[in-house]
């Protein structure tokens, strides 16, 4: 399933206790590469020695595992069973609360890390993303350091706060941070019915969406144009759906984005939220990775500086069609069309499992699969038949296996008016269908 928002918000207890990353002594910052993933930052770590990977999210306060599978092994320390509850209309879930690990991002650690580890083996993000997922790392990571994250040369530095300097670039812009329960949040303005209403949104970098809007009628929140109704993402205690939209401006600081992508998720998938204060919703990735960001915990404040994403179109699920990886799947080659370019390792990086040659003419290669696993009503995906659990195997006839998953998605959510072709596997029987992509909101 495509991850639209990848939202966690726990409603952890306050935990006491010295848990706090730290450079090196004499060393001024930390930088970090990461992946850019359907405007998720994707970045490695370890806990107790063990390699992970986890999603950067300012939405979370302590480390959260989960996914963990017959090939992952980690000495997690001093553990006791709790309850946990996030967004999504589903019930409270069992996990686990482990003290004093040591989790580390190059030289920059914590020695004394506590972790939780979500237990439910459907928490699983890796198929939506295409890429193993093991965890998410949010407020202990900012609290005490100062965190640029360029978006565009994918990369994040953590500084000393005591020795970083303060840039003196006139085209960076400065907005207080407030920070409520390990979160933070951050004051914008949405254009509505020809209203400029403010808006209090938490600076979410573990939503892949763009503006999350919470209705409300007395302050002059609502849906104000066409939309349509969809699934939004998946929190921790289960999907989350809700009207998607556009609203005709965004403004933050001095910037205005028009015809901003903008969802409204539903009353019961964020219920748990209802008494949190002022919050109006949430800025995620597909806004932030417009900018490159310092965000400076220790003194409440956040700089920002748009950059080449800025004007990049906002991304819909046209087609109504979401894809995940789903397994392996064998594929037969000529040994020509193997010298001329397919070396048994897909465009995606995942490497075939097996290889074998036979008549000195073919070879069998086991590729990355990928399924159909949701479709909107009314879509076009819909009309023309698809099915959830359709193989894709070719997309306008280019070859499903040599694409990253989302690649492949962008090739399926084309602009309105085009033809989109999609050869399936259903059953064993191959089936083509032609997609006319239709315009959203008309």
Known sequence: MKLKALIFCLLFPFLSGAQNFELPEGKKYEKIKFKLINNLIVLPAKIN?????????????????????????????????ITIKGLGGGEPIRAL????????????????????????????????????????????????????????????????????????????????????????????AALLKQNTVPV???????????????ENKVKGIAVQHKYFEDFLGKGLSGDIYGKRTKIDQFKLGSYTINNTKTAFPDSISVKYLAKKGERNGSLGGEVL????????YPNQQVSFKKNSNYKKPFWFRTSGMALQHGGMRY?????????KGFSGVSKNGSASKVTVSYDNEVVISLVPQI????????????????????VI??????????????????????????????????????????????????
């Open 289 to 296: 990775k417009r900018f490159n960001w310092v965000f400076d």
């Open 49 to 81: 020695g063990a390699q992970f990977t986890f999603i950067l999210d300012t939405g979370v306060s302590k480390p959260i595992l989960f996914n963990f599978s017959n090939q992952d092994s980690v000495d997690i320390k001093n553990v006791s069973e």
């Open 97 to 188: 609360k482990s003290k004093g690990n040591l989790l580390e991002l190059n030289s920059f650690k914590n020695t004394n890390q506590l972790v939780y580890i979500v237990l439910e083996k459907d928490l699983n993000f890796s198929p939506k993303l295409g890429v193993p997922i093991h965890g998410i790392l949010g407020y202990d990571f900012f609290k005490n350091h100062i965190v640029e994250i360029n978006y565009t040369n994918t990369f994040i530095k953590v500084y000393n706060p005591n020795t970083y300097k303060q840039s003196k670039n006139k085209k960076i812009e400065y907005l207080p941070l407030s920070l409520e329960r390990k979160k933070a949040y951050i004051e914008a």
């Open 393 to 442: 195997l070719q997309v306008n006839k280019k070859e499903a296996h040599k694409y990253k998953l989302q690649e492949l998605t962008h090739m399926v959510d084309d602009v309105p008016g085009k033809k989109v072709m999609v050869l399936v596997e259903r059953r064993g029987e191959k089936l083509l269908f032609n997609l006319r992509i239709k315009n959203l909101f008309k």
């Open 331 to 339: 594929i037969k080659q000529s040994k020509l069309k193997q010298q």
């Open 200 to 214: 209090k949104l938490l600076i979410d970098t573990g939503s892949s969406d763009a503006v999350w809007l919470f």
């Open 371 to 390: 399924v159909v696993s949701d479709l909107r009503e009314g879509s076009p995906a819909k009309d023309a038949g698809l099915k959830v659990g359709d």
